[in-house]
């Protein structure tokens, strides 16, 4: 449990009757408050701090603090964090996934700041895996726990979306996020910050076991999304539809949280915990502009 001494409590408020949570600082976001946050994400996958505008230089300083920050894919530079800025919606964040379920570096805090957003901008919806688990029947818990998943970005997109290889993904990703520059991105970390960078894996793709324990609660959770496209299962038509029906399940109606974004919004999500989705309710390119860290949690 966290010492009272690491900073008075902050008050919580539920926002799934499974999963989530908002928090409220009683003395603003600082430091002191990320044993709060990360005790929070244990209990809850996902956390709100409404009202709290962040600098980039404040969002790494604060995601340094949690732990180690994923970098670009494959960088060169130990020192290149990926700081991506969303100002539109691609064609493929309106399919429930888990960021960076398809490289070596899974088990990451999704760190998401608002930098803008309207009041007609899209929501995005959060599932928990680990309750969708929980409400598996035991023959299917029994089955998946034995098997593993193949995750790739182009095989799944391929084959569930119809998306002919990386070259027209790259085109649309283009006209709708910007990325910073790198050099800007490493002199707004902190000196003693950690870089960890994720490597994809060549096709059929990373394997992940379809069920395991949460690095950050040790809560027994699914591990699947959009990104999983094969399964282990000797039978090569159960092996594919393994994948939808278990998806199914962890999106059920009753199994959703949906959050409308607010300029100021904080939300923390763990992606060995929850699938989440842009839900795409009009123009693709109007209403908010949300800046992503992500972090291995100490």
């Given at each position: 449990m966290i010492n009272i001494e690491q900073g008075l409590p902050p008050s919580k408020q539920q926002l799934h009757p499974d999963f989530g949570v908002e928090v409220t600082p009683a003395d603003g976001l600082t430091h002191?408050?990320?044993?709060?946050?990360?005790?929070?994400?244990?209990?809850s996958a996902v956390v709100l701090i409404r009202d709290t505008p962040l600098t980039t230089r404040m969002q790494l300083a604060?995601?340094?603090?949690?732990?180690?920050?994923?970098?670009?894919?494959?960088?060169?530079?130990?020192?290149?964090?990926?700081?991506?800025i969303e100002r539109g919606a691609s064609s493929f964040t309106e399919h429930w996934h888990a960021d960076q379920s398809w490289s070596d570096q899974p088990d990451v805090v999704s760190?998401?700041?608002?930098c803008s957003a309207d009041q007609n901008s899209d929501p995005t919806q959060f599932a928990?895996?680990?309750?969708?688990?929980?409400?598996?029947?035991?023959?299917?818990?029994?089955?998946?726990g034995q098997l593993?998943?193949?995750?790739?970005?182009?095989?799944?997109?391929?084959?569930?979306?119809?998306?002919?290889?990386?070259?027209?993904?790259?085109?649309?990703?283009?006209r709708v996020r910007q990325r910073l520059v790198g050099e800007a991105r490493r002199a707004l970390l902190p000196p003693d910050a950690r870089i960890i960078t994720p490597h994809a894996t060549p096709p059929?793709?990373?394997?992940?076991?379809?069920?395991?324990?949460?690095?950050a609660s040790n809560v027994r959770s699914v591990r699947l999304g959009d990104h999983?496209?094969?399964?282990?299962?000797?039978?090569?038509?159960?092996?594919?539809?393994?994948?939808?029906?278990?998806?199914?399940h962890i999106v059920a109606a009753d199994n959703v949280w949906t959050h409308h974004w607010r300029p100021g919004d904080i939300v923390l999500y763990d992606n060995s915990r929850v699938l989440h989705r842009r839900l795409l309710t009009g123009?693709?390119?109007?209403?908010?502009?949300?800046?992503r860290v992500l972090v291995r949690l100490d």
């Open positions: 002191a408050l990320i044993p709060w946050i990360k005790e929070s994400l244990a209990l604060l995601a340094s603090s949690m732990g180690a920050i994923l970098g670009q894919t494959g960088a060169v530079s130990s020192r290149r964090p990926a700081v991506r760190f998401l700041a608002c928990d895996t680990s309750v969708a688990y929980r409400r598996l029947d035991r023959a299917l818990r029994l089955e998946i593993e998943a193949f995750h790739h970005v182009e095989i799944s997109r391929q084959i569930r979306h119809g998306v002919e290889g990386p070259t027209s993904r790259r085109g649309l990703l283009a059929p793709g990373v394997r992940h076991p379809m069920v395991a324990s949460s690095s999983a496209w094969r399964t282990t299962a000797s039978d090569p038509g159960r092996a594919t539809d393994l994948i939808d029906i278990v998806n199914e123009e693709l390119n109007v209403g908010r502009v949300l800046r």
